[in-house]
């Protein structure tokens, strides 16, 4: 239950320290609740979650605003609109990051997955969202962050669900989708009385993350076993990789330097040449 790295996720930008935060412990259920026996039967863990994301001052630690609003705060940001310009429930998928003086960042609300566009200096007041995709029937990693990227006026995201978006960050328009193909297995296991149950698992990137490099975006997927390059204008396939060439488990990024893309996993280091296709150099 340590694998959830979106609630770790933290940011500093324009001295804002950006922090996800899960519900308060005085908000949380007593061990009988239907929400915690939920992991003792055939329950398929999903990215919906409930967290909030808090915004302190980076310099003194003073607590900006909260979003959503927590209970005791509901009504006083939004005054009881109708249709609030603050975002009142869901979930968030990783730490925003800044473009043109907006933290942006990915929501998950009830399994849709939208971008938010959040102003610092209006408590979190939404300056636009643009809806991305819906959870799929058949799950995601329910642990894999959606780290959105910036590269000049293109806005990446990988949403972990068979697509990836770029977008305009300034207009919230969409240029254009993705698709690729999903990657899992399906595990037999007995249930709590003897019935046959089938649970799909992931195992592949542990964020989702799309980086550029010139014209490639560089996707790698929490769906996915392998490393994918397109053309950032036309989505046209430039080269793919497989990410266990040494048939050892690559699971995280570690960078990119001088035209190499670095990639580990708990028992090995690999090498990728980003301008010859995306060619092993070497892994150990």
């Given amino acids: 239950m340590f694998e959830d790295r979106i609630a770790a996720q933290m940011s500093i930008q324009d001295e804002i320290l950006y922090s996800i935060e899960g519900k308060r412990f005085d908000n949380l259920p007593d061990e009988s609740s239907t929400e915690r026996n939920l992991l003792r039967f055939n329950y398929q863990p999903r990215r919906s979650r409930s967290n909030h994301l808090t915004a302190y001052d980076a310099r003194s ?27 009142q429930s869901g979930g968030f998928m990783s730490a925003p990051i800044h473009y043109a003086g907006l933290a942006i960042v990915p929501v998950n609300q009830a399994g849709a997955i939208s971008i938010y566009a959040l102003d610092p200096n209006q408590a979190g007041k939404t300056v636009w969202k643009s809806y991305l995709c819906d959870e799929s029937d058949s799950g995601a990693n329910p642990y894999s962050p959606i780290n959105v990227s910036v590269d000049g006026s293109d806005l990446f995201a990988s949403c972990g669900l068979g697509a990836v978006f770029i977008m ?22 007995t249930g709590r009385f003897g019935r046959g149950m089938q649970q799909i698992q992931f195992e592949s990137w542990s964020s989702d993350t ?70 092993m150099v070497w892994g150990g």
């Fill in 61 to 87: 630690g003073r607590l900006l605003w909260t979003l959503p609003p927590l209970e005791s705060e509901a009504g006083t940001v939004a005054d009881l609109e109708v249709e609030s310009p603050w975002l």
């Fill in 168 to 189: 305009d960050p300034a207009t919230c328009l969409i240029r254009f989708a993705k698709r690729y193909p999903r990657r899992c297995k399906i595990n037999m296991t």
């Fill in 210 to 279: 799309v980086l550029a490099f010139g014209r490639q975006m560089i996707c790698f997927s929490s769906d996915a076993r392998h490393i994918e390059a397109h053309d950032r204008n036309t989505g046209e396939l430039i080269w793919q990789s497989d990410v266990y060439p040494l048939e050892a488990r690559v699971d995280y990024l570690l960078g990119i330097y001088n035209g190499l893309l670095y990639a580990a996993g708990p028992e090995t280091i690999l090498a990728f040449d980003l301008q010859q296709e995306g060619r």
